[in-house]
């Protein structure tokens, strides 16, 4: 590859043999080359073409710092074994983007207000927020800055975001708010709060996950295998979790105009009631927080 230049120490733009242009990240990778020079294809540890879709906008990554993209690296090697999770090109450069924007914010002062939603994210998608916490810490230590808490929330939409196969970032906070309100009409409908540290709680939550993945992917629906006459033995031996499927199936038809398939509501109906039937409930405190959020 031939050097065209340099956008910072990290970073720079060159061309292949085919005259393809490329955005290449490595240490040092473009440091003292001239225009035509082969650069050390060694040095490289990301790539970008120029011409495809989603590559990136040359203007608006040279306006990326050099110490955000040496952070950027850092947490992904962090976060990517934690997660068992791999960054494609186009999510590393999103996360550089943010970095880079958190880190100028950082330095201006200006903060952000993390909402409502931490103890949803961190129930919702506790690995995740976890290596978010480690991820920050690590920015923190290595650009000497404190970030906001808010900025572990927007970490975790990235990681979860690069497990969901190139899930926008707009589809997993979409996502997000889909499966807090599940959960809301569960613990509403049981008068229970649910066990957010039990397996079943864990293995119900991937399966809305995908579920919803599926969904906003508009992945195509194959036919159901399932006898018809399964939903209704769920009916009459799981009546109040087959009730509380039958409201979610309401729920998503009215946030997102999505209709819940008969093989949905029997394997909804079976977590559901799996995540439920052995808690106790709370007699001190009755969930009734839904019917106000919704």
């Known amino acids: ?170 589809d997993t906070i979409k996502i997000t708010k889909l499966i807090s309100g599940i959960i809301d009409i569960i613990q509403y409908q049981f008068h229970l709060t649910l066990d957010t540290e039990s397996f079943n709680y864990s293995r119900f939550v991937t399966h809305l996950r995908a579920l919803m993945v599926q969904r906003v992917s508009q992945t195509s629906m194959t036919a159901s295998e399932l006898d018809p006459a399964l939903l209704k033995l769920m009916k009459l031996k799981y009546p109040l979790a087959y009730e509380t499927t039958e409201r979610i199936d309401d729920y998503l038809q009215k946030e997102t105009e999505w209709k819940l398939q008969p093989d949905d509501k029997v394997y909804l109906t079976l977590h559901i009631w799996r995540v439920t039937h052995r808690q106790k409930k709370n007699k001190s405190t009755l969930v009734c927080y839904w019917s106000s959020r919704h």
């Open 1 to 170: 590859m031939k050097f065209i230049k340099n956008f910072n120490n990290n970073a720079a733009l060159v061309e292949d043999d085919q005259g393809t242009e490329w955005i290449v990240i490595g240490n040092g990778v473009g440091f003292g080359k001239k225009k035509g020079m082969l650069i050390d294809e060694g040095r490289i540890e990301r790539r970008f073409v120029t011409a495809e879709k989603n590559s990136l906008d040359i203007e608006s990554f040279k306006e990326i710092e050099s110490q955000s993209l040496e952070l950027t690296t850092k947490v992904i090697e962090l976060v990517e074994p934690l997660l068992k999770i791999k960054f494609n090109d186009y999510q590393y450069f999103v996360l550089a983007d943010h970095i880079d924007f958190s880190l100028k914010r950082a330095h201006e002062g200006i903060e952000i207000s993390d909402g409502t939603v931490i103890w949803e994210i961190s129930k919702l998608f506790n690995a995740e927020y976890e290596a978010a916490k480690k991820a920050t810490d690590l920015i923190n230590k290595h650009a000497h800055v404190q970030l906001q808490k808010s900025e572990v929330v927007f970490m975790t939409y990235h990681f979860v975001n690069a497990s969901m196969d190139g899930s926008r970032m707009q």
